[in-house]
Nanobody, 126 residues
Framework: QVQLVESGGGLVQAGGSLRLSCAAS????????MGWFRQAPGKEREFVAA????????YYRESVRGRFTIARDNAKNTLDLQMNSLKPEDTAVYYC???????????????????WGQGTQVTVSS
């Protein structure tokens, strides 16, 4: 069992930056693939980025590649998402999620993730 709590969302102008953090409880965080997803009003939840259990593999959706960076600190049980050059289309609720499968690769389908945080709102104004 793991509990996830996101923080760091807010309102920012286009071109600005935000850093999201996810604090995880439980001793097994270091065994899990971790991911960030987002959901805009009226849209399906979509994959943003993921990192494998030891941080050796990362993957991003194409629209954020080069602008967002995912990172984890297994000693501190934290997951971060640095978001730069934000665009209005990045506006959504962002969720931290844990995939309990211990793999070298990462999965991008939200139903593969077992634990979810409550979400944090990111709003990018034009």
């Amino acid at each position: 069992q793991v509990q996830l709590v996101e923080s760091g969302g807010g309102l920012v102008q286009a071109g600005g930056s935000l850093r999201l953090s996810c604090a995880a409880s439980g001793r097994t965080f270091s065994n899990y693939t971790m991911g960030w997803f987002r959901q805009a009003p009226g849209k399906e939840r979509e994959f943003v980025a993921a990192i494998n259990w030891r941080g050796s593999t990362t993957y991003y959706r194409e629209s954020v590649r080069g602008r967002f960076t995912i990172a984890r600190d297994n000693a501190k049980n934290t997951l971060d998402l640095q978001m730069n050059s934000l665009k209005p289309e990045d506006t959504a609720v962002y969720y931290c999620a844990a995939d309990t499968g211990r793999m070298e690769w990462v999965r991008t389908y939200y139903r593969d993730y077992d634990y979810w945080g409550q979400g944090t709102q990111v709003t990018v104004s034009s």
